[in-house]
C-alpha cells in the first residue's frame, strides 16, 4: 500500500486498545539511507485547542491504515491495576466439619423480652 504524507496528515489516529481518537498525525520518521519508517507524531487535543500533547507511535504499532483514519494498538501492555496479593490463609482455622455432625451455630443476639 501507499500513502502519501500529505494523505496521512489529514487522518485520524485512533487507539483500537480504548478507542480514544489521538489526534492527527503531524510528523513522520524515517532513516535515510535505508528509507525505513521508523513511526510518526501525532498531536493530539487534551482541553483547550492551544495545549496539544505529542506523542510518538513506533510502526510496529500501527495495526491498518484505512481511508479514513489510522488505527494503532497502544497502552495494552500494561495494566489498568497492580494485581492484588493472595490473602494469607487464617490461623488456627478448625477442620470442616461433616455436614450431619456440626455443632449449632453460635447465636449472639439476645433476647431483650424480659426488660419489658
Known amino acids: 500500500m501507499e500513502v502519501n ?5 489529514q487522518k485520524d489516529v485512533i487507539n483500537i486498545h480504548d478507542g480514544k481518537n489521538m489526534g492527527k498525525v503531524c510528523d513522520l520518521s524515517f ?5 525505513n519508517v ?3 507524531t501525532v ?21 491498518k ?8 494498538k ?3 501492555d500494561k ?9 494469607p ?3 488456627n482455622c478448625p477442620p470442616p466439619c461433616p455436614p450431619n455432625n456440626c455443632p449449632p451455630p453460635f447465636n449472639d443476639r439476645r433476647n431483650y423480652d424480659e426488660y419489658e
Open 31 to 35: 532513516t535515510f539511507p535505508e528509507n
Open 74 to 76: 497502544l497502552g495494552e
Open 65 to 72: 491504515i484505512g481511508k479514513d483514519a489510522v488505527l494503532v
Open 38 to 40: 521508523l513511526g510518526f
Open 5 to 9: 504524507f500529505t494523505d496521512l496528515k
Open 43 to 63: 498531536t493530539g487535543c487534551k482541553g483547550f485547542k492551544f495545549s496539544k500533547q505529542e506523542v510518538f507511535i513506533p510502526i510496529k504499532q500501527v495495526i
Open 79 to 87: 495494566p489498568d491495576r497492580p494485581p492484588k496479593p493472595p490473602k
Open 89 to 91: 490463609p487464617k490461623p
